[in-house]
């Protein structure tokens, strides 16, 4: 497939502009091909107009209908598969099989979506039936649904140029949930996300829907994005990144004259706890299975274990020590982009400096710290995430350190806890406080790797997210993107689908305090 390097807007594509940039190959400093053109003022407001006149006729199309878009994107992107991988090599440095399996997760949660839809009970159809003759006041006849919320800005994210990018679980969601995409391409990996809109732009004519349901934004910097969020005709955005850009994001959203939702996952260190008796019983493979997770991927994973907190003693002077040997054997890592290599050895470089922290390793790229209680509590600054191969071991000597801890930790979107049994029931006030921190907690595993599944949660509170309400992973993802409608004493005909007397969707519904799937009288 020719790139371009130029925005698709609707059907159309933008002008060849005066900013340019190019894709590198972080393996070694090549400048890739084509040049691609930063959009222009005109061409956002063009994007925001056509999305806004296709969220007239998306946002009514029933569920089959959006699922069998969903699946054309999935099988449109399957037939580029190859094409795909070798782009996203080339601008990520990221391996093959990590990539091919990124490619079939992204297609795989887009049917999950599509599946989700078909069935149509997402929607949380509720019926309160009249009561006429109620006393003392009659009620009328009352019913809800979620209803698409308008069109949705996603940005794609560095560290995930396929699941959480273009075609990812922001835009999964958003299109699953009835509204058009306009998606801000992350520049680290322009080519790949321009695959990728072409095969969704091709199932966008081949399902017969309006052009403006899908555009393609390309910028060098930061201007587009805001553009974006701040233009009046976005009614919501989603963004996967660091929490500075994050955080500018959100309060454009928030400054506007008409506010609107921005679900922003963030930074996050994901604490992890290893707890007295599982220490002693399985040290060996915690110390291995840790390792393994906070250098996955070069570190550059949002749920990396960044901090890990053992009891003093022996056993964790066997854990330091196992550490130091994986770390010895490790080979050197690429990382995705020269600026985000410069930021993770800039950040290693401060914490070599800290006075409260020991450096115990640093082999290949691979940097592991320690210090003590006392010194984590009094530096908030060493709980901050450091994005790439690091972490942090935290000894403590009493369990009131533990709980501690916990309690003075920012919102995450992880926890982790090894442990036996028995340690299980000494400390569970520490799942208590961790429940209040952070949006899955993991017991005896590791946080990174995230299914895509219905009960997944891939969110936390402050500054994990911007609301802990709601998750970016799993079919929950799409609750973001949608909103409450309530219709008080409509006729029957008048009402959708999802909520009329006969349910001729055959969802569940809510029927005056009953779920159920029976027609309603």
């Not at 130029?6 to 340019?20: C, F, H, K, M, Q």
């Not at 649904?145 to 800005?153: A, F, N, T």
């Not at 960044?306 to 020590?321: H, I």
């Not at 410069?342 to 070599?352: I, N």
Request: aromatic share 8%.
């Amino acid at each position: 497939m020719q790139l371009s390097g130029r925005s698709l807007i609707g059907a159309g594509e933008s002008a060849a502009a005066r900013e340019t940039f190019f894709a590198v190959n972080p393996q070694n400093g090549e400048q890739l091909q084509p040049a691609f053109y930063s959009v222009e003022a005109a061409e956002i407001d063009r994007a925001a107009q056509v999305a806004h006149e296709a969220f007239a006729t998306y946002s009514r199309l029933s569920g089959r209908e959006r699922a069998k878009f969903l699946r054309a994107i999935a099988s449109r992107i399957e037939t580029i598969r190859d094409e795909l991988v070798a782009r996203a090599q080339q601008e990520t440095a990221l391996p093959k099989g990590r990539l091919e399996g990124e490619t079939a997760r992204t297609c795989n949660q887009l049917r999950l979506f599509a599946q989700l839809v078909e069935e149509g009970s997402w929607v949380t159809a509720r019926i309160d039936r009249a009561l006429p003759e109620r006393k003392p006041l009659p009620r009328p006849d009352i019913r809800s649904m979620l209803r698409p919320i308008g069109p949705v800005v996603v940005f794609g994210a560095s560290n995930f140029p396929l699941a959480f990018s273009v075609a990812g679980g922001d835009t999964a969601s958003a299109l699953a949930a009835g509204n058009p995409v306009i998606v801000k391409a992350h520049p680290a990996h322009p080519g790949t996300s321009e695959l990728v809109a072409r095969a969704i732009r091709q199932a966008v004519a081949e399902s017969g829907l309006h052009e403006g349901v899908f555009s393609l934004i390309f910028d060098k910097g930061t201007q587009a994005g805001i553009a974006l969020v701040k233009h009046p005709l976005i009614k919501a955005g989603g963004f996967t990144g660091s929490h500075r850009a994050g955080r500018a994001l959100m309060d454009a959203a928030a400054s506007r004259k008409e506010p609107i939702p921005f679900f922003a996952e963030m930074s996050s260190t994901n604490p992890l706890f290893i707890l007295p008796g599982a220490l002693r019983k399985n040290s060996a493979q915690i110390a291995a299975g840790l390792f393994k997770s906070f250098t996955l991927g070069a570190g550059q994973f949002c749920t990396k274990p960044g901090m890990v907190f053992l009891p003093e003693g022996a056993e964790t002077n066997c854990f330091a020590e196992k550490i130091r040997e994986l770390a010895a054997e490790a080979a050197p890592f690429d990382m995705l982009t020269t600026g985000i290599h410069k930021a993770y050895c800039s950040a290693v470089a401060a914490r070599k400096e800290n006075p409260a922290l020991q450096l115990i390793s640093e082999q290949a790229g691979v940097a592991v710290f320690e210090t003590d209680t006392a010194s984590f509590l009094k530096n908030p600054e060493l709980s901050e995430e450091v994005f790439g191969p690091a972490t942090l071991l935290v000894r403590h000597s009493r369990r009131e350190e533990i709980l501690e801890i916990a309690r003075s930790l920012e919102g995450h979107l992880t926890a982790t806890i090894h442990g036996t049994e028995e340690d299980l029931r000494e400390f569970a006030d520490l799942i208590a406080i961790l429940e209040t921190k952070v949006g899955r907690l993991i017991f005896n595993g590791f946080p990174t790797g995230v299914e895509v599944s219905h009960a997944m949660v891939h969110g936390g509170p402050y500054p994990a997210t911007s609301d802990s309400r709601f998750t970016s992973v799993g079919t929950q993802a799409i609750f973001r993107f949608a909103r409450p409608v309530c219709y008080q004493g409509f006729p029957d005909a008048s009402l959708p689908d999802e909520i009329k007397n006969n349910n001729p969707l055959g969802i569940w519904r809510t029927v005056d305090d009953e779920l159920t799937r029976e027609p309603v009288g």
